[in-house]
């Protein structure tokens, strides 16, 4: 069995379904196939929540203004493209008009007017629309696909692309049983969500999309697979990071913020110090960790005392049990560079959705990717069936030898080792260093201390990626995790070097 297409698109969730519409529609004539891993709602859009989604809406010029500059504060320390950004806002408004005469309208009040509610990271303005039922959009937007004349093939997994050097349409999929299927297409639009999935608390396995109980289907593997055909990344490392309590998040309450005891290195509970404390009422403004701002001292102060089983034993004074609190992947910020038409640095491949990244950086505002997901997933379908006009459907690409049929699981233990590695702090640091630091030890040394194991996990990554034996699949998910970890080793060390310099004499 092959698969030929004029447009390719990998992933099915919101960001992959709109990309295929709009090539479908504007690339009449074209054949454009969609393949993810299973029949039903895909990506992060459907994980962490319960059905409902927010999505930015701004509705005047003010709004898109105020929206535009936070957006780039809190892209330190990661990068944002002000053009990517801007476009994101002048565009939003026709696709959320699209949606609603596709069947998936917003939220309203008695009234009829849109419901709004504030936003992560813009917690002063009511800036975030909400989608009520997300299951039913994923829905209406595969009707439209659909009947657009879109092809979608649940059960198969894209596993590589520009095989043997080829363009980014020589591909390679898995199907529902691990038989290798060759690929040809003319331009690929990448889809296939962010790295939550490489970690082993990720939020996605909690998800629940519908009477098959069947997680958000993701891999993992979209900095891999767009790395490994030659394009450009960005922003890798910075995922978002939510507190969960068992499978709910946990919310900051800043008013009870001089009752919240956390454990530690004796496992009994001690009140929060004074300077954590200061930083809850911002912090609860916010589900996400924020990279780089103030509050994520609370963060750091909490991940410091993570038991080695992962969870960090919390409660507010008067409880008998505490809650355990784990630190959960969610969604990534970072993934190709792309223009404002979805292009990445390699000819024919685009990306969306958390494939793609730019019009945010480290942080972005509650609601601002699915908006990202309709618009640059329109931009990139109409540019891949334009570029599927002019380009050449490669040869068949070669099936390796002895990758006929790859298995269904994954043995490698990547999601644990990732999991130790990449979280955003130092992971029960105040533990280990009570027990084995000298006083007087400074933070440095914990940070230079994760900074040699990251190193020693980043050529170990790159060993894997020499073994034979490491099946398709996995290996762009290694590639993915390499990319996390390299990104995250750079910034470590940088911020090695800037501790040494602050406590180093005059």
């Known amino acids: 069995m092959s698969l030929e297409a004029d447009v390719l698109v990998a992933g099915a969730g919101f960001a992959g379904l709109r990309a295929a519409i709009a ?10 196939i969609v393949v993810a891993p299973h029949e039903g709602p895909g990506g992060s859009s459907f994980a962490g929540h319960a059905g409902s989604l927010g999505v930015l809406a701004p509705d005047s010029d003010e709004e898109r203004d105020a929206i535009y500059e936070r957006a780039l504060t809190i892209a330190h320390p990661g990068t944002a493209d002000p053009a990517l950004v801007r476009l ?27 419901l709004r509610r504030a936003a992560c990271f813009l917690p002063e303005m009511a800036v975030a629309a909400v989608i009520p039922d997300c299951v039913s959009a994923h829905a209406a937007l595969m009707r439209v696909a659909l009947a657009a004349g879109v092809e979608v093939l649940p059960g198969f997994t894209l596993a590589a692309l520009g095989v043997e050097g080829g363009p980014p349409g020589s591909a390679l999929c898995l199907d529902a049983f691990g038989g290798v299927v060759p690929v040809r297409a003319r331009s690929v639009v990448l889809a296939v969500g962010g790295p939550a999935a490489l970690f082993a608390g990720d939020v996605s396995v909690l998800a629940r999309t519908g009477p098959g109980q069947t997680d958000a289907g993701q891999t993992g593997a979209g900095l891999g697979l767009a790395r490994s055909c030659g394009a450009r990344t960005g922003n890798a490392s910075f995922l978002q990071f939510l507190w969960y309590e068992g499978a709910q998040p946990f919310a900051f309450l800043p008013e009870r913020a001089h009752e919240l005891e956390v454990a530690g290195q004796d496992g009994v509970p001690a009140p929060l110090p004074r300077a954590q404390r200061e930083h809850m009422a911002a912090r609860a403004s916010h589900a996400p960790w924020g990279w780089g701002l103030p509050d994520a001292a609370l963060d750091s102060y909490l991940l410091s005392l993570m038991t080695p089983a992962g969870v960090v034993p919390v409660r ?43 019009m945010h950086g480290a942080n972005r505002i509650g609601g601002a990717m699915v908006l990202a997901a309709q618009v640059f997933g329109h931009r990139a379908g109409i540019a891949a069936a334009l570029h599927a006009h002019s380009a050449l459907l490669p040869p ?29 702090g130092f992971p029960g640091e105040a533990l280990s260093a009570a027990t084995s630091a000298t006083p007087g030890t400074s933070v440095v040394c914990g940070a230079e201390r994760q900074l040699r194991e990251l190193e020693l996990f980043v050529e170990r990554l790159k060993a894997l990626l020499l073994l034979p034996a490491v099946d398709l699949l996995d290996r762009v998910r290694v590639l993915s995790a390499l990319t996390v970890a390299e990104h995250r080793l750079r910034r470590l060390r940088a911020e090695c070097a800037a501790a040494v310099t602050a406590v180093s004499p005059a």
Not at 23 to 32: I, M, N
Not at 93 to 108: F, I, K, Q, Y
């Open 316 to 358: 507010y004074r008067g409880e008998r049990e505490p809650r355990l609190l784990s630190l959960m992947a969610h969604a990534g910020n970072g993934g190709a560079l792309i223009d404002g038409d979805g292009r990445t640095t390699v000819p024919g491949l685009f990306a969306c959705g958390e494939c793609a990244t730019g």
């Open 396 to 424: 068949p690409p070669g099936v390796p030898d002895g990758t006929e049929r790859q298995p269904s699981h994954h043995p490698l233990r990547l999601r644990e080792a990732m999991q130790r590695n990449c979280l955003p």
């Open 88 to 114: 994101l806002l002048e565009h939003g408004e026709a696709r959320l008009r699209e949606l609603s005469e596709w069947g998936v309208p917003l939220a309203t009040g008695r009234g009829g007017e849109r």
């Open 23 to 32: 090539a479908a529609v504007s690339g009449r004539g074209l054949r454009v």
